[in-house]
C-alpha cells in the first residue's frame, strides 16, 4: 500500500513540475465562464492592470489573464523574449482546446496579438488591440531599420547599469506619463521597479524589434483598435494608426479622447462600453 501510495506521489510532483515547466513562459489565471478570452498586459505590466475588466466580462466569459515571464512574480526567461512568449502562447491555446478565442492585448499585449493573428491557420476569432502599433521602434526612432535593434547597445548598457534610485526616478517619470489617473501613478511605477532589470532592457528591445506593418495585411479576423489622444491630440493620433495600419483591409479603431495610455484607467466606463459592444 505504501508503495503504491509513493508511486502516486511521484506522478503527481513529476504532473505538478511539467506543468510548471510548460508555462515558464508567464502565468495565468482563469475565471468565469463562457466564450474564452486571451487578455495580454502591456510591458512591464502584471494581470492585475485587467482587474476591473476581468470583474465584469467574466460575468460571461471565460478569461484568461496573463502575467509575462520577467514581470511580477513571475521568473524572467533567457533571451529572445518576445518569440518565446508568442510561442508559448500559442501552445497554452492549443493544449487548452481553446475555440475560437479572442485576444485583447494593451500596448505590448496588442502588438503580441498582432503578430499571432498574422499567422497562418491560428485559432483566434477577434481581436482587440488597446493602445499599439505594429512598429512601435518606427514611432519611436528616426529612420527605423527592424534589423538595426541589437541587445547589446549603449543605451542598453546605460539601462542595465543605471542605479536603483535612478531608475525610481526614471520609472516616476515614466508612469507620470502613462496614465493621468495620478492615483494610478504608485501601481505602474511599482511595476517598472519590479521587472526584471535585464527583461526590462532586452524584452523592450524584442519589442522594438517587431515590425508588423506589412504583415497585418495577413489578418483575417476582425480587428477594434482602441486609441488615446493624450498628449498629442486627435489629429496626430489619427496620423500615426492611419499610416501604421495602413496594409490591414478593415478595422474599426475608436478614439478615447483626453486619455493617456492606460485607457482602462484614465477613461473606465467609456472602456467598458467599447468592450462590450466589439466583443
Known sequence: MKTIQKLIASVLLLSLSLV?????????????????????PGFTCTGEVWE??????SKT?????????????VPPLEKPWLPKIKIAVQEYTKEKQLENPTIIGHSLGGALGLWLTTEENH???KLIVVDAL?????????NFK????????PWNQQLLEMDEAAFAQMATQMAAGMVLDTEKHPLLKQWIINA?????????TDLLKLDLRQDIANIDIPV?????????????????????????DAYNIQFAEGSAHFIMYDKTTWFMEQLKKHL
Open 146 to 153: 527592424s534589423e538595426n535593434m541589437a541587445y547589446e547597445s
Open 20 to 40: 510548471s515547466a510548460q508555462y515558464k513562459a508567464f502565468e495565468v489565471e482563469v475565471s468565469g465562464a463562457g466564450q474564452p478570452i486571451l487578455l495580454f
Open 123 to 125: 485559432p483566434y476569432s
Open 224 to 248: 477594434t483598435i482602441l486609441a488615446a489622444t493624450h498628449p498629442y491630440g486627435l489629429e496626430m493620433a489619427k496620423s500615426t494608426y492611419d499610416s501604421q495600419y495602413s496594409a490591414l
Open 52 to 57: 476591473d475588466t476581468v470583474t465584469e466580462l
Open 196 to 204: 526584471d532589470r535585464e527583461t526590462y532592457v532586452y524584452g523592450y
Open 61 to 73: 466569459y471565460e478569461c484568461h489573464v496573463f502575467t509575462f515571464a520577467g514581470f511580477g512574480d
Open 134 to 142: 505594429p512598429a512601435t521602434g518606427a514611432l519611436m526612432i528616426p
